[in-house]
């Protein structure tokens, strides 16, 4: 067993959805306005239900006024889009989401085309994309904000150290990187396809795992003392055969755990680590995003 400390994400998460509470109270006794979270489900995923009936528990529990927009899968997108107008423009709303994945063949770049990026809560459109970019104020994708605040409340200040984000999806690579050059590191992005991925994730002082590959990183690919940031969950049947054969099943990330933990100094688990701060952070861009929307300053 190492000695690597561990990032608790799920008490991160209650202690910052406890104070966006507070401030939506506060909003709501000053100016008036409670904040209004919608989501778009298309289709009968299991995990996107699981997910999405959270983030309505989350919203109601934060004083956070809460709408599920449920379509059927084969819904036309001219439909899906009219829907994304139509939240766009009430007053209500100040954050929206369409839960992806969306059935084929509805494109996911045109309904992300089509959300006001002030109400974009996820983060995915080019206006945010660009803001963060260029060091404007932007709503940013959620699961990269809450491993920033993972990160800066392990380590303090990050300056100075090189970060390596495996992965570079938009919703979750891409903007990290951003945030960690903000926040004055030195950034590598790397992906399945770079040339001696150990070797490059050996450098890392801050290493976050974005890949999607189940338990791909190793403990000798760790710099002994890294913080290490695993965003990948993938469910695999229970290591109990009875149990397995019961259905039952176990989640890991894209680190073999127990490898990484006798090197790193940091690290997140999985479960328990990133995922509970990515509803936290929704409902914090939904307190942001109707802030802004009212000229109300943060």
Known sequence: MGDATIIDGKAFAAALRDKIALE????????????????????EDPASEVYVRNKGLQTLAAGMHSETHRLPGDVPEADLLALVSRLNADPAIHGLLVQFPVPEP????????AIDPDKDVDGLTVTNAGRLASGLPALTSCTPVGCMML?????????????????????????????????????????SRSVDLPGICRQADILVAAAGRQEMIRGDWIKPGAAVIDVGITRLPSRDPVAAAAGKTRLV???????????AGWITPVPGGVGPMTIACLLQNTLIAARRIHGIEE
Request: net charge positive; glycine share 10%.
């Open 106 to 113: 509805l494109s996911q770049a045109r309904i992300v085309a």
């Open 24 to 43: 939506v109270a506060t909003l709501k006794a000053a100016h008036g306005v409670m904040p209004g979270l919608a989501v778009v489900l298309v289709g």
């Open 151 to 191: 990160l800066q409340h392990a380590l303090g200040s990050l300056r100075g150290k090189h970060a390596v984000v495996v992965g570079r999806s938009n919703l979750m690579g891409k903007p990290m990187a951003q945030l960690l050059l903000a926040a004055d590191c030195t950034v590598t992005i790397a992906h």
């Open 253 to 263: 990330g894209d680190v073999a755990f127990e490898e990484a933990r006798a090197v």
